[in-house]
């Protein structure tokens, strides 16, 4: 299987021949790893990354079309896609609350604690909670959904029971007032 073209081992892999999947692990293994170690920073994610990203190509009933592009392409499509999906799942774990204006204060901490930075933090802290004011209870729960539980659009759109573009278009709504509030208050 060795001499076999990625896109022939696809062929085999399609129809169950463990062989060719593990010429396709022996080949691109490194390079999936080497992805998600990257994006993730963590040896264990990166391992369960790989897993799921060749379980999914034997599992799968689309596979590879030579004639849409290269499989290097193709694998870095798929890890890049669970790796993004890995990610998304640790935050929502790591950030199962909605994160109130109260609580802002330890998300903006940093290492540093010198008086500069923390009259920063304040003044971030101050101008996020008078901008935020300005948004319905509606549009701060879309908010917390996407940027402190981590959920994506379509995750929100199946909670909210809407479609994907009435999320997409108030989400983008609730991002031009903070940016006019916000603005507004750097300016004023």
């Known amino acids: 299987m060795h ?3 990625d896109g022939e081992l696809m062929q085999f892999v399609r129809n169950k021949q463990r062989p060719a999947l593990e010429e396709l692990y ?6 999936v790893f080497s992805f998600a170690m990257k ?3 963590e040896e264990q994610a990166a ?11 034997w599992t799968s009933d689309t596979g590879f079309d030579a004639g849409k592009g290269r499989f290097v ?3 870095i499509t798929i890890t890049r896609n669970i790796t993004i999906d890995h990610i998304r799942k640790q935050r929502r774990q790591e950030l199962s609350f909605p994160m109130e204006p109260q609580e802002w204060d330890p998300a903006l901490s940093s290492i540093e604690n010198d008086p500069e930075s923390e009259f920063f933090r304040k003044w971030i802290k101050n101008e996020i909670q008078q901008a935020y004011v300005h948004l319905s209870e509606s549009q701060v729960e879309l ?3 996407m940027y402190w539980k981590g959920h994506s659009l379509r995750e ?3 909670i909210t029971n809407e479609p994907v573009g009435t999320v997409k278009s108030r989400l983008h709504q609730c991002l031009k007032i903070l940016r006019k509030h916000l603005t507004a208050l750097r300016e004023g």
Do not use: C, D, H, P
């Open 143 to 145: 908010i917390n959904m």
């Open 39 to 41: 994006s993730t920073g």
């Open 3 to 5: 001499n076999r073209t």
């Open 156 to 158: 929100i759109a199946v």
């Open 47 to 57: 391992r369960e990354i790989v897993q799921l990203v060749f379980t999914r190509i």
């Open 26 to 31: 022996k080949r691109y293994v490194k390079l």
């Open 73 to 75: 392409n193709w694998i």
